[in-house]
């Protein structure tokens, strides 16, 4: 029997769980475009006009949630330069997560790190794209927090099936009986907006994971028939 076990060992490629997400060697390119002065977790995804929608940290004394289109063509263009997005009246905004829809809207999610993770709709076409900022007023569909109050939470993750749902996951200490003695346990959440404008949320915040142990990097994806696929990490690195 074979003693080799490389196998095992941690791979160093991250695969995106979002369709159509780009290496950083190709947002970087593209962020090199815009007005940026220290971006970071920067996350882009092209939608099927060859348009990449960019969001990401711009980590100053007071970290800011931005939004961006670049029409890659051809020559790049900026289609709606840096853009805040959501609440942004903290010290610690992180892992951002960003998806687009069949009607190239972008779904985006990110924390208010320990405090409260949050899901912006944002419809590009309501903006002129003019090479400005955009119009986040008009553009924006749905602001929502998915959680907040007791506990601690951090890094979302954000699917989309192909009605445009959205499925969110995360980490949280929430644990509203006293099951699991404040250990980090990992939370959905399905999402809904319709054509009449209507939204909805489907399936209310639900622990998937009800053991002890500790849970993190939570990703989302969907399967064959919209079977929503959740990975996480456990407490031996495993997943």
Known sequence: MSTDVS????????????????????????????????????????DDLSRVHL???????????QYALIATNG??????????VGANNSTAVSSPSLVIDSDRRAHIVWAIT??????????????DRDGDTGDITNMTLVSYTVADGTGVRNDPDIA????????????????????YFG??????????????GNFDVQI???IITPALGFK?????SMGANNTVIVVWEDTRGSL
């Open 204 to 206: 209310n915040n639900s």
């Open 114 to 127: 320990d405090i409260e993770i949050l899901y912006v709709l944002l419809d590009p076409s309501l903006d």
């Open 55 to 65: 969001v990401w940290v711009e980590n100053g004394s007071q970290p800011m949630l």
């Open 160 to 179: 989309i099936d192909s009605y445009d749902g959205a499925h969110v996951v995360w980490v949280d200490t929430y644990d509203p009986q006293g099951l």
């Open 7 to 46: 196998f095992l060992e941690p791979s160093e490629t991250r695969h995106e769980t979002a369709n159509n997400t780009l290496n950083d060697s190709a947002t970087q390119t593209l962020m090199s475009n815009l007005n940026t002065s220290n971006p970071v977790e920067i996350t882009g995804v092209m």
């Open 183 to 196: 250990t980090s346990l990992i939370y959905y959440t399905m999402l809904t907006y319709d054509s009449s």
């Open 216 to 220: 993190g990097n939570p990703a989302v």
């Open 75 to 84: 020559v790049d263009t900026v289609l709606i330069s840096n853009t805040l």
